[in-house]
């Protein structure tokens, strides 16, 4: 049975980019628009035609944001972020401490982790609120 997920808005996604900047400097604005919108758009394509669990649908807004890259900086912190307030907001927390949480989101933005490798390593890290 589908579930009702809450999804992120490229809006929201915005205004996480611009709170990362903010707190950890960095390049401002938009690279893409298109980038940004289809990577705020894959959660609910793969929710539209399959049933994910949550750390699929995590993995495919880390995975969306981080190789798409739609920001000229902070591509890597807005992913994270956006994916764990997805996760926050459908009753799940992350587990993972701040340095795994960096390990997994550079090699993700490296090309060494897959979305498949990010899913199994958010299945890895979360727990139920």
Do not use: C
């Not at 997920?5 to 809006?11: D, G, K, L």
């Not at 289809?38 to 495919?60: C, G, K, T, V």
């Not at 949480?101 to 060494?112: D, K, P, S």
Request: hydrophobic share 50%.
């Amino acid at each position: 049975m589908p579930r009702n997920w809450v999804w992120i808005s490229a809006e929201v996604a915005l205004a996480a980019h611009a709170e990362q900047l903010a707190e950890h400097g960095g390049g401002e604005g938009v690279r893409d628009s298109g980038l940004l919108e289809s990577a705020m758009a894959r959660p609910q394509n793969l929710a539209a035609y399959h049933e994910p669990d949550a750390a699929e649908l995590a993995a495919a807004y880390a995975y969306g944001i981080a190789r798409n890259h739609p920001f000229v900086d902070g591509n890597k912190r807005t992913a994270a972020v956006v994916s764990e307030t997805f996760l926050a907001l459908n009753g799940y927390v992350l587990t993972a401490t701040d340095a795994e949480l960096v390990v997994a989101f550079l090699a993700l933005a490296a090309g060494e982790l897959s979305e498949e490798e990010t899913t199994a390593w958010f299945r890895d890290h979360l727990a139920a609120e």
